[in-house]
């Protein structure tokens, strides 16, 4: 254990001020390496968070939000804390919440740190990279990056140290200030003073002699960071990162391993990664960064069976079309003696039918007469209501055909995929029952969205238009957080595998039959299409996460049909655009939209003065398009100008609201925040880059 007198400073940020256990579990472990804590919560703090916090010291200091970091850090030394307390310490640790960890004791981090001669450290760093235009910088020099940085007494009490903090103007702070100004700059500002400095985790064999080709090992690559090369820490947004990004340097192959690895190789609790992860992070994200598809053998298990038999377990079954009960029956049979199978229908031809066809399948409790109002959705909501709680694991599946306006081998395509993909055999069953088992945190397995024929157009736009109407039902269920346009279900079809505590909200709610639409129901729209979205969000509100599910002879098929869709697309796009990857096609392509955009816009705004607005003006600049300005919201910090141009309060131009078009340079999530606001408000020209 270092016996140093080290002073640690501890910077969250929560927007609804909460500190998830991940926290408590960090500065338990950090403790035993300082002498005192300073934690600092920009923003806000709930009570519950502070009495967390006071288990480590009464020095909790709330502050708004101004200089992120680095404006925190400032306002403890100059200000809420003060140098001369600061003095009293040999080393100073300043650190933040942005970290999971740590993976293994911080004693053997400080030990070996601690016989270093240096005057500061950090854990990684970043190497030279550049072409940041996300930060209207072309390089980005090589720094330690500044979540844990440990300073050493004789570089603490310099006039050098002091004089940065002192100078350094955080009021007017945007984020790629923070960054440039605070991280980029520190380590740089020191070495040329003359201090030394080292870091932990040594990535330098990653580096390459061309900077273009340089990467935040972090976020790119979090399961070779923490496996072979020992990091201690993994950033939490390395679990919920843009896919775009990472796919320029490499295949996100072994994402999929991250959490198993530090469940089952670390002594770190996987439920404080996932407590935060699925409170903070939107759904789609999650799964694409973790890559949470399970492909299932068919033919094959190393389950053991008395795993299953413990567990109440029960598939529901809506049937509406006697021409497909034969196909139904075939999958049915499938189902394995100790799962309680129910049958709804409205027509008392099928009823029949199932008596007759399987009267040899003795764990069919129940066939259940119900009303043709509400289709499959009120069948299991309604009908089957009692049922729901009852069992610990759930499957539900019904029978589809294709509406007037498909073709008829369109519906049966994507009918064979809901069955497939549910009861396509007795071992895959079984190998979706030991996911869970396995996955405590699993809550919810979707069949695999239809990407053939006129379901190809949904791609990327599921939502259509029933946002509206899961925004009304997310609201009714009380889920936690608020749905947002951006947060795309990757769940269409109403046919899944659950652990039903992750569907309590739902399964516990009492839907009315006049909730549900009377036949013909609208296409689209309806309550129907709201939950057939919105059983992933319920799994997210009770903690559990959700992914999709398919069995492997119809991933083989999937596979070959989306490669072979990706090269069409590719084919039609290289005549007229340069690329090596797949973000940089996807930036032409936005490009070529904002030019359009503007050419049809004479007065031009970039809503957003951060990475995203940057990367905005810098087309812009770059196709000689002139814009006015800068749009932030009202309340938020404001600076003057940025890039030579004005920064405006949305209230400053909504007057000019019929005469302006506006680019939103902001994040998907920002970005669903912002643009109701403006639709609101009057604002018709709008162009958003996600």
Known sequence: ??????????????KDGIIDDYIPYFLNDLCQNISHLIVVCNGKLTDEGRNKLLRFTDDIYVRPNVGYDCGAVQDVLINLYGWEKVYKYNELLICNDSVYGPLYPFTQVFDEMDKRAVDFWGLTEQPEITELSHFHIPTSPRHLQSYFVNIKNNMLKSEAFHMFWTDIDTKDFLF?????????????????????????VDTSDLYSKNARYNYVALFVDPYDMITEYHSPIIKRKSLAYNTAKTLEFYANDKNNLIMQYIEKETRYDINLIWDNLLRTADLMTIKNTLHLHYVFPTKSTTSLRCEFTDKKIAVIVHLFYPELVNECVQYIQNIPAYIDIFITTSRIEIIQKIDDMLAHVTNIVQVRKVENHGRDTAALLIDCHDLLLQYDYLCFVHDTKSSSDISLRTGRSYMFLLWENTLTSQFYIENVLDAFIENKRLGFLATPQPFHAAYFSKIGNECLMNFSVAEKLANKLNLRGSLSPQDRPFFLGTAF??????????????????????EPAPTDGTIMHAIERIFPFVAQHEGYYSGVMMSDKYAAVRSVDLEYMLSGLMNSTREKYIFSNYNQLIESITEDHIKQFCANNSTIYIYGAGGDGNWVADVLEQNGVDYTGFIVSDGKINVKSLRSHPVYYLSEIISHKDKCGIIIGMNCRNTAEVMPLLKNLGFINLYKLN
């Open 1 to 14: 254990m270092s016996r140093i007198n080290r002073l640690a400073i501890y910077v969250v940020y929560d």
């Open 176 to 200: 790629t200030d923070a960054v440039i100004q605070y991280e980029f700059k520190f380590t740089k500002y020191f070495s040329e003073y003359g201090y030394r400095h080292s870091v932990y």
């Open 497 to 518: 595998w659950c652990r039903t505590a992750a569907m309590r909200t739902l399964f516990e709610f009492k839907f009315n039959r006049s909730d549900f639409p009377k």
